[in-house]
């Protein structure tokens, strides 16, 4: 007899241990069997259906979870993309700045270029109306740079009267600057 009985608990243990590997490797579902066989009793009928609806709410929450999480990627990637944009904006609105800031500075040179162009093209008409003894007696006085706009501002003839009633080294200095 105990022959027969360690027989029988070998053989259902190699069928216990079976059934873990063929449930384990996924080829048996022995859950749903259960559940099956569960449900075709009334007293277990109630709570197996329970079962099953609890199982298709939590399919459908990891459903609605799983769009849930796309939806915050494709958010987090927006977020992304309008900061890296953002910052883009800020710096083409540095640059924009920059841009404008030296136009001004520019401005600003050229109309002091503009002003000064005028006074020496007042001073040039100033000292075309004199004759050119006094207008290069005062010149000589002034600086060479200045001098040199203003005759460059001057018609040719009366440059050339002016330039003749200067200094000679003066007048050369000046002569040698003219391009």
Same mark, same amino acid.
Request: hydrophobic share 50%; net charge negative.
């Given at each position: 007899?105990?022959?027969?009985?360690?027989?029988?608990?070998? $053989?259902?243990?190699?069928?216990?241990?079976?059934?873990?590997?063929?449930?384990?490797?996924?080829?048996?579902?022995?859950?749903?069997?259960?559940?099956?066989?569960?449900?075709?009793?009334?007293?277990?009928?109630?709570?197996?259906?329970?079962?099953?609806?609890?199982?298709? *709410?939590?399919?459908?929450?990891?459903?609605? *979870?799983?769009?849930?999480?796309?939806?915050?990627?494709?958010?987090?990637?927006?977020?992304?993309?309008?900061?890296?944009?953002?910052? *883009?904006?800020?710096?083409?609105?540095?640059? $924009?700045?920059?841009?404008?800031?030296?136009?001004?500075?520019?401005?600003?040179?050229?109309?002091?270029?503009?002003?000064?162009?005028?006074?020496?093209?007042?001073?040039?008409?100033?000292?075309?109306?004199?004759?050119?003894?006094?207008?290069?007696?005062?010149?000589? $006085?002034?600086?060479?740079?200045?001098?040199?706009?203003?005759?460059?501002?001057?018609?040719?003839?009366?440059?050339?009267?002016?330039?003749?009633?200067?200094?000679?080294?003066?007048?050369?200095? $000046?002569?040698?600057?003219?391009?």
């Amino acid at each position: 007899m105990v022959k027969w009985l360690a027989t029988i608990y070998t $053989l259902v243990i190699s069928v216990i241990i079976a059934c873990i590997i063929l449930t384990v490797t996924g080829v048996i579902h022995p859950q749903e069997l259960v559940l099956d066989c569960m449900a075709s009793i009334p007293a277990f009928a109630p709570y197996v259906e329970a079962y099953n609806i609890g199982k298709e *709410q939590e399919s459908w929450r990891q459903q609605q *979870q799983a769009e849930l999480d796309l939806q915050i990627q494709q958010l987090v990637l927006q977020r992304e993309e309008l900061e890296s944009l953002r910052q *883009q904006l800020l710096t083409w609105d540095r640059q $924009l700045t920059e841009k404008e800031n030296d136009l001004l500075r520019q401005e600003e040179a050229l109309k002091a270029q503009q002003a000064k162009a005028k006074s020496i093209a007042d001073l040039a008409q100033l000292y075309m109306q004199m004759r050119p003894e006094e207008a290069a007696a005062i010149l000589k $006085l002034m600086d060479n740079n200045m001098v040199l706009d203003i005759i460059l501002a001057m018609d040719k003839e009366t440059a050339a009267l002016i330039l003749v009633a200067l200094p000679p080294t003066m007048a050369a200095e $000046l002569s040698s600057q003219f391009q």
